[in-house]
Nanobody, 130 residues
Framework: QVHLVESGGGLVQAGDSLGLSCGAS????????MGWFRQAPAKEREFVAA????????AYADSVKGRFTISRDNVEDTVFLQMNNLKPEDTAVYYCSAEARTKPLYSDYPVLTEFEYDYWGQGTQVTVSS
């Protein structure tokens, strides 16, 4: 089983930048599609960004497109989310997720739907003050 741990959250001012990391243990995630989701108080968990297993393709929610960048280091089994120009509405708990590979390796696409992910981290709090 894959164990995911997010880090890098914190309290920042609007317009600041913050980088999140997601480290994996137990099993390599180098062949897994990875994603970031977030959940604000009183709101449903929502998709933020995703990256294909090879890192060759990415996808973003419209609300973060142009501001956030997802990347990965498959040697270190780590996924990153660089968040620039943060807004108060970005305040949420951010979760890293992994899709256990059941597809052929030539299927190298980001996964956007929550139900397809198999493993989740505990979350890291990001708070953006205005």
């Amino acid at each position: 089983q894959v164990h995911l741990v997010e880090s890098g959250g914190g309290l920042v001012q609007a317009g600041d930048s913050l980088g999140l990391s997601c480290g994996a243990s137990g099993r390599t995630i180098s062949n897994y599609a990875m994603g970031w989701f977030r959940q604000a108080p009183a709101k449903e968990r929502e998709f933020v960004a995703a990256i294909s297993w090879s890192g060759g393709k990415t996808a973003y929610a419209d609300s973060v497109k142009g501001r956030f960048t997802i990347s990965r280091d498959n040697v270190e089994d780590t996924v990153f989310l660089q968040m620039n120009n943060l807004k108060p509405e970005d305040t949420a708990v951010y979760y890293c997720s992994a899709e256990a590979r059941t597809k052929p390796l030539y299927s190298d696409y980001p996964v956007l739907t929550e139900f397809e992910y198999d493993y989740w981290g505990q979350g890291t709090q990001v708070t953006v003050s205005s």
